[in-house]
């Protein structure tokens, strides 16, 4: 009944980071590359949960289209575009936010790591209802798959959970159970500085992060200070078990590569961080040197930016409006 279709998003909210690369973007790319049709989205909406300055969050927008296309995200194979200019996203998410359940969106990691010690009364509403928009952003194209971090594994299983009790309350099968597809030895890319927390754009600490768009200096900088236990790299890979830190930077390395980890600790078990960290960072450099040269070739063209992502946006309303009035005529309206 429902044919593949891959749908994925990430928020222009800042730096994007070589976790999102890793865990996101490479991934766009390859799987436009296997022949199934990609819809990609910078989910505007989604960061307006946490407060933007309406001038960054333009220029990010942009900034992030150009990261999908320097990445290998292909506008004219996959459907590039921004949330907010395809109005479905926002309908399809008010009827989900009556589908779902308030214990629901309790449960989400993410909402708790997020309000954890900070007064959650004080949060927008919007920063706990993001499952349910993030669900509709899937469930309006009729999605199959949703390739994802491995942080984002619960919010599609949530969109499975609300797609269930649609088609359960309203007797139907309008809606697939989509899978995440979490694949790789990058699902998640851990901080720089500790080994604990995930590489992330929000993360203040700069030095926690490769940015898309550092230089190779900073590459090299962030790599050689990156924190790591004082021993060589094992000789096995079960030597990496309760070494966070270092099989963070062999995930790395072998995620970079385009090999698993066993082959990344074939070539360097027994050695010491000092030539791991700089074949790191000369292997990082040439891999994203040419995507942040080809981003700002890109950023100096705005216009063109724009153009693509409303060109894009057309696409997006074609397949998301029938879908939408679907749903809204299921539910006698
Ligand atoms: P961030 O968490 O950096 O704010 P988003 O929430 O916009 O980024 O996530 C965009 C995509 O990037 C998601 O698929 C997410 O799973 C992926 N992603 C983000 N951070 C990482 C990471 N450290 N490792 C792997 N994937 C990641
Ligand atoms: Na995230």
């Known amino acids: 009944k429902f044919k593949p279709r891959v749908f994925s998003g990430i928020q222009p909210s800042g730096n994007l980071t070589l976790g999102n690369y890793l865990g996101a973007l490479k991934r766009f790319a390859e799987k436009q590359d ?21 001038e960054a969050l333009k220029r990010q927008t942009r900034e992030a289209a150009a990261a999908f296309i320097a990445s290998g995200v292909d506008p004219s194979r996959s459907v590039l575009f921004n949330q907010s200019q395809v109005s479905a996203h926002a ?48 469930l309006v194209y009729h999605a199959t798959m949703v390739p994802v971090g491995e942080d984002q594994k619960q919010h599609v299983e949530l969109t499975r959970d609300i797609a269930a009790k649609f088609n359960h309350d309203y007797k139907t099968d309008f809606f697939p159970m989509p899978e995440p597809l979490i694949e790789g030895t990058a699902t998640r890319v851990m901080s720089l500085r500790d080994g604990t927390k995930k590489m992330s754009k929000s993360d203040p600490s700069d030095a926690s992060r490769i940015n898309l768009t550092d230089d190779a200096d900073t590459i090299a900088k962030k790599f050689r200070k990156a924190v790591t236990d004082p021993a060589p790299l094992p000789e096995s890979l079960e030597g990496l078990a309760e070494r966070p830190e270092a099989r963070n930077l062999v995930n790395i390395y072998a995620a970079l ?41 890109l950023m100096n063209d705005p216009a063109e930016i724009d153009r693509i992502l409303g060109a894009g946006a057309e696409q997006a309303r074609a397949i998301a409006q029938p879908i939408l009035e679907g749903a809204l005529d299921i539910m006698g309206m």
């Open 34 to 54: 296997e022949g199934i049709e990609t819809i990609y989205c910078l989910v505007d909406l989604h960061a307006i949960t946490l407060w933007q300055e309406p």
């Open 91 to 138: 309908e399809m998410g008010w009827l989900l936010n009556c589908v779902a359940r308030m214990g629901w969106m309790n449960r989400m990691t993410q909402w708790k790591d997020k309000t954890q010690g900070k007064n959650a009364e004080q949060q927008s509403l919007g920063l706990f209802a993001y499952p349910a928009l993030m669900a509709a952003d899937i």
């Open 257 to 297: 590569s385009n090999r698993n980890a066993e082959a990344v600790i074939a070539e360097f078990g027994g050695q010491g961080w000092g030539t791991f960290k700089p074949a790191l960072a000369d292997l990082a450099v040439s891999k994203l040197e040419p995507i942040s040269s080809e981003m700002s070739r």
